[in-house]
Nanobody
Framework: QVQLAESGGGLVQSGGSLRVSCRASGHTGSDLVMAWFRQAPGKEREFIAAVDVSGVNTNYGVPAKGRFTVSRGNPTNFMYLNMYNLKHEDTAVYYC??????????????????WGQGTQVTVSS
């Protein structure tokens, strides 16, 4: 089992920046792909970004391209999402997900078996 815990959410003004973090624990191997999803009120949970254990291979969803950066930390059981030029429509609960032997090209909710509780990001307009 993999346990995931997000942190770093909060309130930020439009145009500002924020970093959210995810810590994986439990059975974290060298093949653990980690990802970020988000869910806004009344909307489906959507894919934001994924990164493999090396940090070299990444994939971004449409909402993230050009403004968000995903990375793995050292140790590699940490993952970060740096968000820049935030907009009101980025307001959502941001979830960390992980899948052993996964792929950064996996963008569906069902592709990941392990999920965190989420962290709220609110962007004031």
């Amino acid at each position: 089992q993999v346990q995931l815990a997000e942190s770093g959410g909060g309130l930020v003004q439009s145009g500002g920046s924020l970093r959210v973090s995810c810590r994986a624990s439990g059975h974290t191997g060298s093949d653990l792909v980690m990802a970020w999803f988000r869910q806004a009120p009344g909307k489906e949970r959507e894919f934001i970004a994924a990164v493999d254990v090396s940090g070299v291979n990444t994939n971004y969803g449409v909402p993230a391209k050009g403004r968000f950066t995903v990375s793995r930390g050292n140790p590699t059981n940490f993952m970060y999402l740096n968000m820049y030029n935030l907009k009101h429509e980025d307001t959502a609960v941001y979830y960390c997900a992980a899948e052993p032997m996964g792929s950064v090209w996996a963008t569906r909710n069902d592709d990941y078996r392990h999920w965190g509780q989420g962290t709220q990001v609110t962007v004031s307009s």
